[in-house]
Nanobody
Framework: QVQLVESGGGLVQAGGSLRLSCAAS????????MGWYRQAPGKQRELVAR???????NYADSVKGRFTISRDRAKNTVYLQMSSLKPEDTAVYYC???????????WGQGTQVTVSS
């Protein structure tokens, strides 16, 4: 089992910055990739950013150049640095880890990010 604890959400004005953190504990040896998804009201959950075991990253087109994902292996923590935030970035952000053993995927509890115009 892997437990995920997220932090760092909140309310920010457009153009501002926030950093999300997600700390993993438990069977962290099985973690293959870590990432962030988000879900806005009335919309489907979507991938925001992902970092692989080899530190390859991919981002949603809508956040490229504004968001940066990084990973601290020693702390089993993944970060999402969000800059130049826009009102359309408002959503609940979920940490996600992909593991090599069942159940293969874990989700954090979600953290609200609200960007005011």
């Amino acid at each position: 089992q892997v437990q995920l604890v997220e932090s760092g959400g909140g309310l920010v004005q457009a153009g501002g910055s926030l950093r999300l953190s997600c700390a993993a504990s438990g069977s962290t040896f099985s973690i293959r990739a870590m990432g962030w998804y988000r879900q806005a009201p009335g919309k489907q959950r979507e991938l925001v950013a992902r970092i692989s075991s080899g530190d390859s990253t991919n981002y949603a087109d809508s956040v490229k150049g504004r968001f940066t994902i990084s990973r601290d292996r020693a702390k089993n923590t993944v970060y999402l640095q969000m800059s130049s935030l826009k009102p359309e970035d408002t959503a609940v952000y979920y940490c996600n880890v992909e593991c090599t053993v069942r159940p293969f995927v874990y989700w954090g509890q979600g953290t609200q990010v609200t960007v005011s115009s």
